[in-house]
């Protein structure tokens, strides 16, 4: 029995690895060859400096639509 909950505690600390470095990469600065370092690359409206010290690269509602897209696609089976 003790083999078998260490295989599944194993197997829950990768998850939780795995899961932390997903979000680690996420918050990561972003690039673009098309980012001017001051407005979105996806609809141009300046974003505000807080924003840009965080290092992104879209206003706060493209982020949300590519954010959006994204879960609808990893739903529909569809990672691009």
Known sequence: MADFIDEAQAVNELH?????????AKMQPESHSEFDGWHCI?????????????????????????EYVERAQQRNGKEE
């Open 42 to 66: 996806d609809c141009e409206e300046e974003i505000p400096a807080k924003r840009l010290g965080w290092g992104r690269i879209r206003c706060v509602e493209c982020q949300e639509r590519k």
């Open 16 to 24: 939780q690895e795995v899961s932390l470095r997903n979000q680690l």
